[in-house]
């Protein structure tokens, strides 16, 4: 008789991943500042977090949320269309319209609820969805809830998702063309223009997701300021617990756009607004990224100097990949740096493709020069073994 219990099922789930070296497991990490964590016992230097302008410890965030906590309390008690649109949201908003030069914004409770929430908003049966094969995993639970037609072109090529557009757009009634501004495994930045310019070419909507965009390139203001003009871009998302160092999601959009968001997403009616402390502390962050150009410079600064140490590609962003194969030399590499006393993540599938583990350096401007000079001779070895 086969073992049909519940937990039989996951016992052998995990010996599958375990064999693959796909297992994961949580290691309890406690930050200690901007750079350090202490885990499994040991203090490390960390370059596996997405804090990258370190605000979850500005004290000018904190204070806003320690303000804000103790007026309204720990929790929204409802939805934002019930009760739990607290005063402080009106606010958040405004400033990330203002950051974004958009009519309007939205903020939902986290990024992954805003693109399930909002993709099946824009697109439906009819509809073609033409999406960049590297973008994150709620985009593609977004796509894949929307019921539209969703077909992936290489990472980064507007000639290939010319080539979707061209044999599929007139099929289908609306099209979304969809990438991230910065991407979050590769570090590099969508070519927004040649996108913006297929999106006009082919009548679709062109919607990024700039999770590591925000806070780090074009000024902080995100991808779509990271080029000579700034690109016409309809919806923009992203979220606010990365640069930003709080939690939360949101839309810069148009107010109609916006307006239809509030109405219609699901994941923003049916779930809990944030806690009020939270929504405080990002106002305060935004504010800090509008205005300190020379902190919002720093991420980008430190990536470069790993990147050219080591003669890797130039840096776009936050963000430098090496690139090692197999899951288990990410998973070594990983191990060697650790014992080192650094910590970077080793990234496998599924959230990369089978061939490509690699490791993940992600950059803040807590890091110092120096910080940056010891993780470069430290990844040097793994380099050589490549
Ligand atoms: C982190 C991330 C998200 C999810 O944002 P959360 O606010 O953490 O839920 C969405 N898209 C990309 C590209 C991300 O890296």
Same mark, same amino acid.
């Given at each position: 008789m086969p073992d049909r219990s519940l937990d039989g099922f996951a016992t052998r789930k995990l010996q599958a991943l375990e064999r693959r070296e796909l297992r994961r497991s949580l290691a309890g990490t406690e930050k200690i500042d901007g750079r350090r964590v202490r885990s499994q016992g040991r203090e490390l230097l960390s370059f596996a977090g997405n804090d990258y302008l370190g605000l979850s410890h500005r004290p000018e965030v904190v204070e806003a949320s320690l303000a804000a906590t103790r007026r309204y309390g720990t929790g929204a008690g409802a939805s934002r269309l019930i009760t739990g649109n607290h005063p402080l949201y009106a606010a958040l908003e405004a400033r990330l319209a203002s950051l974004k030069d958009t009519e309007d914004a939205v903020v939902f409770g986290s990024g992954y609820l805003t693109n399930v929430g909002v993709i099946p908003l824009l697109a439906g049966e009819a509809d073609l969805i033409v999406m960049d094969e590297s973008c994150h995993s709620c985009l593609l639970a977004g796509a894949a809830l929307s019921g539209a037609k969703v077909v992936h072109f290489n990472h980064n090529d507007p000639a290939a998702a010319a080539a979707v557009l061209a044999a599929e757009r007139s099929r289908h009634r609306h099209c979304l063309l969809l990438t991230e501004g910065v991407f979050s495994m590769e570090g590099d930045l969508a070519p927004l223009p040649e996108l913006g310019e297929l999106a006009g070419r082919f009548d679709a909507w062109l919607m990024t997701d700039d999770a590591h965009g925000l806070g780090v390139v074009g000024d902080g203001r995100g991808s779509s300021f990271a080029f000579d003009e700034p690109v016409d871009l309809p919806v923009q998302m992203g979220t606010l617990s990365k640069a930003a160092g709080c939690y939360g999601g949101y839309?810069?959009?148009?107010?109609?756009?916006?307006?239809?968001?509030?109405?219609?997403?699901?994941? /923003?009616? /049916?779930?809990?607004?944030? *806690? *009020?402390?939270?929504?405080?502390?990002?106002?305060?962050?935004l504010e800090i990224i509008a205005t300190e150009r020379d902190l919002v410079a720093l991420p980008v600064a430190r990536a470069r100097s790993f990147a050219a140490a080591l003669a890797l590609k130039p840096a776009q962003s936050a963000i430098v990949p090496l690139v090692l194969g197999p899951a288990a030399r990410a998973v070594e590499a990983g191990s060697a740096l650790r014992e080192a006393g650094f910590l970077v993540a080793a990234i496998r599938p599924p959230t990369v493709p089978a061939g490509t583990s690699r490791l993940r350096f992600a950059f803040s401007a807590e890091h110092s020069e120096r910080d940056v000079r010891e993780l470069t001779a430290a990844v040097r070895p793994i380099l050589d073994g490549r």
């Open positions: 839309i810069c959009a148009s107010h109609q756009v916006c307006e239809l968001i509030r109405n219609r997403a699901r994941s /923003f009616g /049916f779930s809990t607004g944030l *806690p *009020p402390g939270t929504v405080a502390a990002a106002a305060a962050a």
